[in-house]
């Protein structure tokens, strides 16, 4: 460089971006539960919006069209599939149109059971009721008319009117269950029918969701209930969960989800269910109720009650249990404790014997109030 002149500065070197990769969008709940690789649809799901919006999820996916959700040769009622219990709940979708838009009274989680959006999960609870219907596999389905779902909702719960006589499901509001044949925390990553559910109720004046959940879909905080939606979440001791909650979030996930749940605007209800009865189940649930005592802040123990279930067991489902998950049987199939009931639609359940299962409620309720005496129970049986 000679004397006096400027020196060069060289120009700035070219960062290469693909050593600094964006930062991969967070994990969905269903991430590592559902891989979507085959779905199939009936003949109109296209028609509807949001049929349109769920196959747009999922563009790399088979497309199999069936005349109905309920009837698929090859995925329902094939004895096969039971050992492939767990890949086809990851990997397959269905998706129907719902066709009865009829309610049924309940009376105990909620006043009524609205037409569902969703049947069967993407989750493997060992003692779930839905898959002995649909035999040998239960992915879920969602149904894609959500808006004939909410005008039929707007149509029951304005012919009802207020609610003029508090009951244990409710003081205020008629309650409607809108997960009684899936779970909403999974259909929501699925959809937006849950979303739309939740703030239908925000606008009718005298109804309000209600709908019970073992998996933790943060999505829902966005969702502002105002206080008209109820979160039942389902609990029971880890141990026990790990064997029995296949597929779903760690009870502690759940525990430590209260507090949020309830500062978004819903109300937060604990669900004990089922209670499997084993060796040394009293000091399972006593830790169970210590930490939750030791989770929850003073906000979810004002407003908290709960529903305790004790296990009532199916013929069938057992059957299919054993195909794939025999270890959970061991516990929840326990004919020296059980006794046959035939239910309504003509199935063999199998519950906890008379008189032995009175006690063990009494025993249950008895834990409950010596820690956490604040928390009201909704019903118990």
């Given at each position: 460089?000679?004397?006096?002149?400027?020196?060069?500065?060289?120009?700035?070197?070219?960062?290469?971006?693909?050593?600094?990769?964006p930062?991969?969008?967070?994990?969905g709940?269903?991430?590592?539960?559902?891989?979507?690789?085959?779905?199939?649809l009936?003949?109109?799901?296209?028609?509807?919006?949001?049929?349109?919006?769920?196959?747009?999820?999922?563009?790399?996916?088979?497309?199999?069209?069936?005349?109905?959700?309920?009837?698929?040769?090859?995925?329902?009622?094939?004895?096969g599939?039971?050992?492939?219990?767990?890949?086809?709940?990851?990997?397959?979708?269905v998706?129907?149109?719902k066709?009865?838009?009829?309610?049924?009274?309940?009376?105990?989680?909620?006043?009524?059971?609205?037409?569902?959006?969703a049947?069967?999960?993407?989750?493997?609870?060992?003692?779930c009721?839905?898959?002995?219907?649909?035999?040998?596999?239960?992915?879920?389905?969602?149904?894609?008319?959500i808006?004939?779902?909410?005008?039929?909702?707007?149509?029951?719960?304005?012919?009802?009117?207020?609610?003029?006589?508090?009951?244990?499901?409710?003081?205020?509001?008629?309650?409607?269950?809108?997960?009684?044949?899936?779970?909403?925390?999974a259909?929501?990553?699925?959809?937006?029918?849950?979303?739309?559910?939740?703030?239908?109720?925000?606008?009718?004046?005298?109804?309000?969701?209600?709908?019970?959940?073992?998996?933790?879909?943060?999505?829902?905080?966005?969702?502002?209930?105002?206080?008209?939606?109820?979160?039942?979440?389902?609990?029971?001791?880890?141990?026990?969960?790990?064997?029995?909650?296949?597929?779903t979030?760690?009870i502690?996930?759940?525990?430590?989800?209260?507090?949020?749940?309830?500062?978004?605007?819903?109300?937060v209800?604990?669900n004990?269910?089922?209670?499997?009865v084993?060796?040394?189940?009293?000091?399972?649930?006593?830790?169970l109720?210590?930490?939750?005592?030791?989770?929850?802040?003073?906000?979810?123990?004002?407003?908290l009650?709960?529903?305790i279930?004790?296990?009532?067991?199916n013929?069938?489902?057992?059957?299919?249990?054993?195909?794939?998950?025999?270890?959970?049987?061991?516990?929840l199939?326990?004919?020296?404790?059980?006794?046959t009931?035939?239910?309504?639609?003509?199935?063999?359940?199998?519950?906890?014997?008379?008189?032995?299962?009175?006690?063990?409620?009494?025993?249950?309720?008895?834990?409950?109030?010596?820690?956490?005496?604040?928390?009201?129970?909704?019903?118990?049986?």
């Amino acid at each position: 460089m000679e004397h006096g002149a400027t020196p060069r500065i060289p120009p700035p070197a070219v960062t290469n971006l693909d050593l600094f990769p964006p930062e991969p969008p967070p994990a969905g709940p269903l991430e590592h539960l559902l891989k979507v690789s085959r779905i199939y649809l009936e003949p109109d799901v296209e028609r509807f919006t949001r049929g349109r919006d769920i196959l747009a999820r999922f563009p790399g996916a088979e497309r199999v069209q069936v005349r109905s959700h309920w009837n698929i040769p090859g995925l329902f009622g094939n004895e096969g599939n039971a050992e492939a219990w767990n890949r086809i709940k990851g990997s397959t979708l269905v998706l129907g149109v719902k066709k009865s838009m009829g309610f049924e009274a309940n009376g105990r989680s909620a006043d009524f059971l609205p037409p569902s959006t969703a049947n069967g999960c993407v989750m493997s609870c060992a003692y779930c009721y839905v898959p002995r219907h649909k035999g040998y596999a239960n992915p879920v389905t969602v149904f894609v008319n959500i808006e004939q779902v909410l005008a039929a909702l707007r149509r029951h719960a304005g012919k009802l009117g207020p609610k003029t006589e508090p009951n244990t499901v409710d003081p205020r509001y008629w309650v409607y269950d809108i997960g009684c044949n899936s779970d909403c925390s999974a259909d929501a990553a699925l959809s937006d029918n849950v979303r739309d559910l939740v703030r239908l109720f925000t606008v009718l004046p005298n109804a309000m969701g209600s709908f019970a959940t073992k998996l933790v879909n943060r999505e829902l905080l966005t969702y502002a209930p105002r206080g008209k939606t109820r979160i039942r979440f389902s609990l029971m001791p880890h141990t026990k969960a790990k064997l029995f909650d296949v597929r779903t979030s760690p009870i502690s996930e759940r525990i430590a989800a209260i507090d949020d749940f309830v500062a978004a605007g819903y109300e937060v209800h604990l669900n004990f269910s089922p209670v499997v009865v084993t060796e040394g189940w009293q000091a399972e649930y006593d830790a169970l109720f210590q930490q939750l005592d030791d989770t929850m802040g003073d906000k979810a123990k004002e407003q908290l009650a709960a529903e305790i279930i004790f296990l009532t067991h199916n013929e069938r489902l057992h059957e299919v249990n054993l195909r794939w998950h025999p270890k959970a049987e061991e516990l929840l199939w326990r004919p020296e404790l059980q006794e046959t009931k035939v239910s309504q639609g003509g199935g063999v359940n199998v519950r906890y014997r008379t008189g032995y299962k009175g006690r063990l409620v009494e025993e249950f309720q008895q834990l409950l109030a010596r820690r956490m005496p604040y928390c009201r129970v909704r019903y118990a049986f």
